[in-house]
């Protein structure tokens, strides 16, 4: 804090959707902003007891405190929004949350012009691929078109530097993972933007040198989601399931495919999104013993030497250290 960017540098589905949650309580930030592609993100939550999936909404929106945002340069659905402020209802997301002026729309017919990019490339099929088409040609709606949006419209851009001015707290959401950024990922099966931090920080609307820290999550190994290289590939479905590597999509249900932790990739993530500091999740699934370990010192010999070792490849701090889905298993060096 006070201005911290979150972003995945792998491939997505690092576990952002965790390390987000646990600093929106812990570091008890004014405002929470969203930025990424839109609705093909699903970010998964565990706080008290609870699963929560969520594609539109900040992660952030278990601190009740926080005013939540979501900057111009994501896509809505309203359907897939207003289900979630229901399934939110408990923490009075509805309240809370603004909406930028210019967030891009997204129409069924842009889920139908998905299903063929789906075939194609391995598509979410949520529509956010064809509806930033359209948003070049300058044709997509926005979120002043949408009579239903009006009463949460806001200027993010504006807010965030009001807070900025103010001296407030800011926590700013990344999605998506640096290897499926339109112009540094494995082209052409990525996004339909750049997910990297300085587009994150575009999206909302805040210039870089208002940043105090950029945290790029990665998984302890790598996960992806359709089709495209993966280096070092673990084919074996078997030994996926002993070694508990098996995932599926939040919002596909695919399988996701699985690889061992990629030092190279790793690198280029912190350099591209200028990282100054990394977070690692699910440990516990590398070394049992460390699930739910909260002190450093408390963690298995053999995951501190795999942590010190990754820490020497990446050449930035792994600060936060994820050993379970609950936001309180966390190990937090900052
Ligand atoms: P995108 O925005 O779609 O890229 O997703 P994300 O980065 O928010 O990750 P997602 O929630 O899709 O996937 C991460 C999965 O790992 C979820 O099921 C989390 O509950 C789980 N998870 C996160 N951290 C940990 C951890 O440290 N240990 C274990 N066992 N599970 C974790
Ligand atoms: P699209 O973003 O739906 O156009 O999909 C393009 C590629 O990005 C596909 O390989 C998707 O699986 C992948 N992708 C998009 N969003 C996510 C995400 O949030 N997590 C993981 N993969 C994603
Ligand atoms: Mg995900």
Do not use: C
């Not at 992660?59 to 994501?74: D, M, Q, T, Y």
């Not at 807010?159 to 001015?165: G, I, M, Q, R």
């Not at 302890?220 to 399931?241: A, F, M, Q, W």
């Amino acid at each position: 804090m006070p201005v911290t960017v979150v972003v995945g540098g792998f491939f997505g589905d690092e576990g952002k959707g965790k390390i987000l949650s646990y600093l929106a309580i812990h570091d008890n930030p004014d405002i929470v902003a969203r930025g990424g592609v839109g609705p093909n993100a699903g970010h998964t939550v565990v706080y008290n007891g609870r699963e929560y999936k969520l594609r539109q909404i900040p992660s952030g929106f278990i601190n009740p405190k926080a005013r939540l945002l979501i900057g111009p340069g994501v896509l809505v659905n309203p359907k897939v929004l207003f289900e979630e402020l229901e399934r939110t209802k408990e923490f009075n997301v509805s309240s809370r949350l603004g909406i930028d002026y210019q967030v891009g729309i997204i129409e069924e017919r842009h889920i139908k012009m998905d299903q063929e990019l789906k075939k194609e490339i391995g598509t979410t099929g949520t529509g956010t691929g064809p509806a930033n088409a359209e948003r070049a040609l300058r044709k997509l709606k926005v979120g002043r078109d949408i009579e239903e949006l009006k009463p949460r419209l806001t200027d993010v851009p504006g807010e965030l530097h009001k807070a900025v001015e103010e001296n407030k707290s800011i926590l700013i959401e990344g999605t998506q993972g640096t290897f499926l950024s339109l112009y540094h990922g494995t082209y052409p099966y990525v996004t339909s933007k750049d997910v990297t931090a300085p587009s994150i920080l575009a999206d909302v609307g805040l210039g870089p040198r208002f940043v105090d820290d950029v945290v790029v999550v990665f998984k302890s190994y790598v996960t992806r989601v359709g089709p495209g290289p993966l280096d070092n590939e673990i084919l074996d479905e078997e030994e996926i399931k002993r070694r508990g590597m098996e995932e599926y999509g939040t919002v596909t249900g695919r399988h996701r495919r699985v690889a061992p932790f990629n030092k190279r990739l790793a690198r280029r993530a912190v350099m591209l999104n200028g990282a100054t500091m990394a977070a690692i999740t699910k440990l516990d699934v590398l070394f049992p013993k460390a699930r739910g370990v909260t002190r450093y010192e408390d963690l298995p010999k053999e995951a501190k030497e795999r942590l010190e070792d990754i820490e020497d490849a990446i050449g930035v701090p792994i600060k936060l250290i994820s050993t379970g889905p609950d936001v309180h298993e966390i190990i937090d060096l900052r």
